[in-house]
């Protein structure tokens, strides 16, 4: 596999482009989470419910398309996968505000999970076609600040438009720039064309099946992948949850909550983001294990913080003008810095093992096991520990529930620390599963 070309300007324009799609990818996404309180009110479903709405049914879906639509885009190029998954999933989000019943949402909330399967995978592979490997986690954790940036704006702006316009008008508004910034992508990015990437005459295009036994052959990128497994799992439930916690233990306001856990929390995870790409980048041109190293040693830091903050007892720090901010929030900020280090290090790992030809499905099935574990399984197991806690500790249920999903942190860690050696010793001693099935030129 070739190295891509010095980036230029037209290069980071399409950075910036990829990240505001992903921008609106977490948002749309992250958005149920806020709109919790009112659309349990509206059709009286119980957290389970909610769950099985926001987590399994979503992640289902998007698994099932993620990995044919991340191999389509290793096909024919990511850029046209992109920016119809995006309109089509920005013209589902708007369809969520017109839903007249709770099967009527349900059934648009698939139309976002199979438009969203076509845009992370794709987009993670496009940076990593743009970008030489020694920027790569530095343009990642770019484009990842869309999760953070997600929830800002997803739980900041939709509690206020909840709270002062309704829930469904949220699902709409917020929905609404989507389109535009697919057209955007299409018509304004240059991207590499598919010859450009590979020839076809040189492709040797395997049976799906024969790809998948291969990429799963590679033992580090079975250990990452089970990470990122066990840290989504925490990582969607804390998210999705978090802004209920605060509304029922510590009796904060929807426009608050919101404003707290999206705002507050969002802005940790964008620097935390941020600060793990570039450090992962100038540490691992010392030692390549360090691309593992970092998120491990972010992933350890956030347990003790997360544990603290589920845990600590109701009671006001200080007020930022009228929003009362909860001691314990003091250490979800810490959280959200260090929470997010494991994802940007692991997808530049995963970008260093495979060719350009096999990047965005062996991203895809990262992607996929985050959302199928995180966002099918996370809310989930939240809203029925929560429902099940509930009959001895009322509404204190869910605050117990959310601490014991801490634990998959500490599994994280374990899956990290057993993928480090094998991943630098596959830098050294790279394997016949990770060699190119063709060179590939990207711009």
């Known amino acids: 596999m070739s190295t891509p070309l010095r980036p230029t300007w037209r290069t980071h324009y399409a950075l910036g482009v990829l990240a505001a799609i992903y921008v609106f990818n977490y948002i749309d996404r992250l958005l149920m989470a806020i709109l919790i309180e009112p659309v349990k009110a509206e059709f009286g479903i119980s957290d389970t ?71 992370t995978a794709p987009s993670m592979a496009m940076v990593s076609d743009l970008y030489p490997p020694e920027r790569r986690s530095t343009a990642l954790s770019v484009l990842m600040l869309g999760s953070s940036l997600g929830a800002i704006f997803g739980l900041g702006l939709g509690g206020w438009i909840a709270q002062h316009y309704g829930w469904r008008n949220a699902f709409v508004i917020i929905g609404a720039p989507g389109v535009f910034l697919g057209l955007l992508l299409l018509l304004t990015v240059r991207a590499p064309k598919p010859a450009q990437l590979v020839k076809p005459a040189d492709v040797v295009q395997e049976h799906w099946a024969v790809t998948l036994r291969q990429l799963f052959e590679m033992p580090s990128f079975v250990w990452i992948v089970l990470t990122g497994g066990s840290a989504a799992i925490a990582g969607y439930a804390i998210g999705t949850w978090s802004p209920s916690f605060l509304i029922r233990s510590h009796g904060l306001s929807l426009q608050d909550a919101g ?84 994802a940007t290090p692991c997808l530049g790992a995963i970008s260093h093992l495979f ?12 992607v996929m096991a985050m959302t199928l574990l995180g966002v099918g399984v996370g809310p989930l197991l939240i809203g029925m520990l929560s429902d099940g806690f509930a009959h001895r500790l009322g509404n204190e249920g869910l605050r117990y529930a959310l601490a014991s999903c801490v634990s998959l942190l500490v599994l994280a860690s374990v899956f990290l620390a057993l993928a480090l050696p094998r991943y630098r010793n596959q830098l050294i001693h790279p394997t016949p599963a990770a060699a190119p099935l063709a060179k590939a030129v990207t711009a």
Do not use: H
Request: glycine share 14%.
């Open 49 to 119: 419910g909610i769950g099985l709405l926001s987590g399994v049914t979503f992640a289902v879906f998007y698994t099932l398309f993620g990995f044919p639509l991340g191999r389509l885009s290793d096909r024919v190029g990511r850029k046209s996968v992109i920016a119809f998954s995006c309109i089509a999933w920005s013209v589902m989000t708007m369809f969520c505000g017109l839903a007249a019943s709770f099967s009527m949402l349900v059934v648009a909330r698939i139309g976002v999970a199979i438009g969203e399967a076509g845009g």
């Open 355 to 366: 060719p350009a030809t096999r990047l965005a499905q062996a991203t895809s099935i990262f």
């Open 259 to 342: 404003l707290l856990a999206g705002v507050a929390g969002g802005a940790g995870a964008t620097l935390g983001t941020l600060t793990c790409g570039v450090l992962c980048d100038r540490l691992a041109r010392r030692d390549k294990g360090w691309q593992i190293g970092v998120p491990l040693l972010g992933t350890l830091i956030s347990i003790p913080f997360a544990l603290a903050y589920f845990l600590w007892p109701t009671g006001t720090a200080f007020y930022v003008g009228n929003t009362p901010v909860p001691t314990a929030f003091l250490f979800y900020s810490v959280f959200s810095f260090f929470g997010t280090w494991w």
